[in-house]
């Protein structure tokens, strides 16, 4: 009994198969030898204690959830292969995944307080620098809060790399608010744009009417009138005229030519009295004041950008690094 004994069970040990086994929601993992897909079932729900009732189980790679119930297939897996055991009416969902991106899919339990939270965005810059790119600007902004001394200890590295890599982070944080104040210029010259459209089509066909009158205005000026209004061309006094926000539609340059103008003889060259002139002088300067303080402010946004470190990814592990 004893020689062949022993010979049996080295056969049969070659001849089992190492798993991993876990149920769908549960952290507890167990190793598992079995020699079929129908044993490994049946120690499955042993080790993990599921009901009879609930049987029989789906056994599914925890990688991506494929179903094992051919036995071929089941063979050829390698050694410690993870499986999910699912009971009856039971479904693999993304959260059972358990490969390098499983911190996608951690418990909201673990993320509801705020220490937790910032200690699992430091893992994820633990495990790749690169995931800075993915974070929302309300993480980033949690780990900029981050005692710097916790955030050291954390990812086990010296206080002046973390200064380092918090400065990077409110790098990022302030590059992002530079692109939505570009957005928000875009859109509100394209919106001028629009209008602008919009009014030329609209006085298109009376158009040889008005620039009769404007000649008959140039021409009837006395010589000082002109003079005094040789700064303006014809487009520009036309857009005046005719257009109920000409402010929106002239260039910064025009708009500091009009407000150079004499208002008397501005008023003069446009048909109209002097209040409403310079009312006219009073819109463009508000409008030439606004579009200077957003330019100034693009200038303040990119110079603190600038302004800040960078990261010195080659003083970083290269072991935490990917490619």
């Keep these: 009994k004893g020689p062949w004994g022993a010979a049996e069970r080295q056969w049969m040990a070659a001849r089992l198969k190492r798993c991993v086994v876990r149920r769908r ?86 993320v509801d307080s705020a220490a937790q939270k910032w200690k699992q965005l430091a893992r994820q810059l633990k495990d790749d620098l690169s995931n800075i790119i993915l974070m929302s600007e309300e993480d980033l902004q949690v780990l900029i809060d981050v005692p710097r001394s916790d955030l050291a200890e954390e990812l086990a590295q010296s206080e002046t790399k973390i200064q380092v890599l918090q400065d990077t982070l409110q790098q990022v944080l302030d590059r992002r608010e530079e692109e939505r104040q570009s957005r928000q210029l875009l859109q509100l010259y394209l919106e001028a744009l629009k209008t602008e459209d919009s009014i030329l089509s609209k006085v298109a066909e009376p158009e040889a009417a008005p620039r009769k009158e404007m000649d008959v205005v140039d021409t009837g000026t006395s010589s000082t009138d002109t ?57 463009c300067d508000q409008e030439l004041s606004k579009r200077l303080k957003q330019v100034q402010t693009l200038h303040s946004l990119r110079s603190t950008s600038k302004g800040k470190k960078t990261l010195p990814w080659g003083d970083w592990p290269s072991a935490k690094r990917k490619k």
């Design 25 to 110: 929601d549960g952290p507890e993992q167990h190793g598992v030898a079995a020699s079929c897909l129908r044993e490994l079932r049946d120690k499955a729900c042993g080790v993990l204690a599921i009901d009879k009732a609930r049987e029989p189980i789906t056994l599914v790679l925890a990688e991506d959830g494929t179903i094992v119930d051919d036995e071929d297939y089941f063979l050829c897996l390698p050694s410690n292969t993870k499986f999910v055991a699912l009971a009856k009416d039971e479904k693999w969902s993304s959260k059972s995944l358990d490969s390098g991106t499983s911190w996608l899919s951690e418990s909201v339990d673990e």
């Design 227 to 283: 003079s005094a209004t040789t700064a303006l061309s014809d487009q520009v006094l036309a857009a005046l005229k005719e257009k109920p926000a000409p402010e929106l539609c002239l260039d910064s340059q025009d708009l500091e030519l009009v407000l150079k103008e004499d208002a008397a003889a501005l008023a003069s060259a446009l048909g109209w009295d002097k209040q409403k002139a310079g009312a006219l002088q009073e819109a």
